[in-house]
């Protein structure tokens, strides 16, 4: 019996398909074959050389209250100025008053209770025009006051140590939290990893 021609071409498209899947199978083994390593990791040996401070600063800020005090000239006012400045407009007041006194009234006395009453209100006026008088020097005052001020300090503090070590005739660096001493033997992991180039 004979095959129909429509029949062998499904059949030759699934055997291409095949053939590219397997392929494409085949170099993925091989690049992953390639790209695959070995990691061992071991426990060795090491003799400290050397072991150095590793150091960090930074400014530490702090508030600190502080009396602070300085001298200042505070002016004298003479006393003397001001008692002849009172006499000055007390007399001149009392003559003013008693000429009042005198015009205004005819009685007896009226010139001398002018002379009074002009003589107070004198020296009142003289005591509001002069104020404290006038400056006749000057004293040092000291004046105290509290303030807050803020204090810096920079502070350096050790954050680890920094060993050199020698492991089966090379010199590598490791960082500690504490110091190793010279000479001393140390256990160190060593992680290696084998590949194909």
Do not use: F, W
């Not at 505070?74 to 007390?90: F, H, T």
């Not at 003013?96 to 009685?107: D, R, T």
């Not at 060993?163 to 504490?178: F, G, H, P, Q, Y």
């Amino acid at each position: 019996m004979m095959k129909h021609p429509h029949q062998t071409a499904p059949s030759a498209k699934r055997a291409a398909v095949r053939l590219i899947l397997l392929s494409t199978a085949i170099m993925c083994v091989a690049m992953l074959g390639t790209a695959s390593a070995e990691t061992r990791v071991e426990t060795v040996l090491g003799t400290v050389t050397k072991s150095d401070p590793i150091r960090s600063s930074y400014v530490r800020k702090t508030p600190k209250d502080e009396r602070v005090c300085r001298t200042e000239d505070v002016p004298i006012y003479g006393e003397s100025e001001n008692g002849q400045s009172d006499l000055g407009a007390m007399i001149v007041g009392g003559l003013i008053g008693s000429a009042i006194g005198n015009k205004l009234s005819n009685n007896d006395g009226a010139g001398a209770a002018g002379t009074v009453a002009g003589a107070i209100l004198g020296r009142e006026h003289a005591k509001n025009t002069t104020g404290q008088g006038e400056v006749i020097g000057y004293r040092q005052k000291n004046i105290c006051e509290t303030r807050t001020i803020m204090t810096e300090k920079t502070v350096e503090e050790i954050t680890g140590y920094r060993n050199t070590i020698e492991i089966d005739n090379k010199i590598v660096m490791l960082e500690s939290a504490r110091p190793l001493a010279p000479n001393e033997r140390v256990e160190i992991t060593r992680q290696v990893t084998y590949s194909l180039r």
